[in-house]
């Protein structure tokens, strides 16, 4: 599987972006739980959301919750992060991320895209 991540950009704090993720392979929709993860400078990298083969959500960080929303269309191989009110501490760059496995996806994926940048200005 390859990863192509896209949509990052900077926006003021309130704002809102959508990033987007393109899979490659035919067996995408049936095979993968989708993650973002983000890293800010000088912080570890965490898992933001997750989404299960069908599209639903399985994992929200804490501070992501009733913010962000993972989703995915299966018949564009394509998962999205829709990313309201968002705030300076979102700044950071955002990858995603896919493995077979729901208890590994949000922990150690096997697949990784590039990342693509977000800056949220104050």
């Known amino acids: 599987v390859q990863l192509q991540a896209s949509g990052g950009g900077l926006v003021q704090a309130g704002g809102s972006l959508r990033l987007s993720c393109a899979a490659s392979g035919r067996t995408f929709r049936r095979s993968f739980y989708m993650a973002w993860f983000r890293q800010a400078p000088g912080k570890e990298r965490e898992a933001v959301a997750a989404?299960?083969?069908?599209?639903?959500?399985?994992y929200y960080l804490d501070s992501a919750k009733g913010r962000f929303t993972i989703s995915r269309d299966n018949a564009k191989n394509t998962v999205y992060l829709q990313m309201n009110s968002l705030k300076p501490d979102d700044t950071a760059v955002y990858y995603c991320a896919a493995d077979s496995r729901s208890t590994i996806v949000v922990v150690t994926p096997g697949y990784w895209g590039q990342g693509t940048l977000v800056t949220v200005s104050s």
């Open positions: 989404a299960s083969r069908t599209g639903g959500s399985i």
